[in-house]
């Protein structure tokens, strides 16, 4: 079956141009050539730290940013390279921050005719048609429609950038932190409704989160990234119960868990690399308490069980703590 996205050796250099006088520099790898199925219907997880290149992969996919090398596939179609109104009849982008990301100075009607105008080609009378439809899935009263974005709340802000990106028709959504920027208790709407909306309309998510409890309960597989590469790939409760990467088990030992204390590794790097001067080897050998010079010489590759695979020289087994 063909797979909703694919991405083939995907990857994105910043290059960083000439010194006054001195030679051109090499530019910062942000993600390195990356290659992922996401099948039509699942929920991808993509959890790593800030830096990771989260944000950059997501860009990339909603044609935000130009890739450096590799190519796009939705639905079978390559769009590397093609119109960008074709991205967005098949992917659309849900912010992280719901208020910024809406125009404050245009109405939540204007804001939700752009897509329907500028893709569809859709008069008056078919847009309002739409819009209510829209509306009525994401449970939005219609009299919202004539207000600006700093009327509401940050749930109801974001419900409507869902609306927004569920008027374009696309069929894959990339949710960028979703639910980082709202109260824990609209956090539970929010997923909710991302799930109801998922199941009613055959939706397939790429979920980018580095809350690792809210990942793990939307989520069908887990892509976990270091320093822009894929460190670990698997079925979420495989990933979650037993993580094989030191990486990855670092992350889940160190989020926050009521009655446990807080708890930080001792006697070794806590940062990730300097980007202007990346390490040889694992980027993560100076972290790991699993590091030998192989780590530091060689770059580990993805490999092992096909449901569960991991680039790491050393990884852990699925018995051990």
Do not use: W
Not at 84 to 111: C, H, M, W
Not at 125 to 153: C, K, M, N, T
């Amino acid at each position: 079956m063909t797979p909703a996205l694919r991405l083939e050796a995907l990857s994105k250099t910043f290059p960083l141009g000439r010194t006054l006088f001195g030679p051109e520099r090499p530019g910062v790898r942000a993600v390195h050539p990356l290659t992922l199925d996401v099948a039509t219907g699942e929920t991808l997880g993509i959890v790593g730290e800030s830096g990771c290149g989260k944000s950059t992969l997501a860009r990339m996919l909603v044609g935000l940013l130009e890739p450096s090398t590799g190519r796009i596939e939705i639905e079978g179609s390559a769009l590397d390279k093609a119109d960008p109104a074709e991205f967005g009849k098949r992917i659309q982008y849900v912010f992280q921050d719901p208020i910024s990301s809406l125009n404050p100075r245009k109405t939540i009607r204007q804001i939700m005719e752009a897509p329907l105008k500028l893709l569809h080609g859709m008069d008056k009378g078919q847009r309002a048609a739409r819009i209510a439809e829209i509306f009525d899935l994401v449970s939005l009263r219609h009299e919202f429609l004539d207000r600006y974005p700093h009327e509401f709340s940050g749930g109801q802000a974001q419900r409507i950038g869902i609306a927004r990106a569920l008027a374009a028709e696309a069929r894959i959504l990339i949710l960028d932190e979703p639910v980082s920027a709202l109260d824990v208790s609209v956090q539970a709407q929010v997923l909710n409704l991302l799930a109801d909306l998922k199941a009613r309309l055959g939706l397939t998510y790429l979920f980018i989160s580095h809350d690792l409890a809210v990942v793990e309960a939307v989520s069908n597989r887990i892509a976990v990234l270091y320093f822009g590469s894929v460190v670990e790939l698997g079925r979420a409760e495989d990933v979650f119960r037993a993580p094989r990467h030191p990486y990855t088990r670092l992350l889940a030992d160190s989020a926050p868990v009521v009655g446990r204390a807080l708890t930080a590794p001792e006697g070794r790097e806590t940062e990730l690399p300097d980007p202007l001067n990346p390490p040889e080897g694992c980027a993560f050998a100076a972290r790991c308490p699993r590091a030998t010079e192989r780590c530091r010489a060689e770059v580990p590759k993805l490999s092992g069980n096909p449901g569960h695979s991991v680039a790491c020289f050393h990884p852990f087994g699925p018995d051990q703590e």
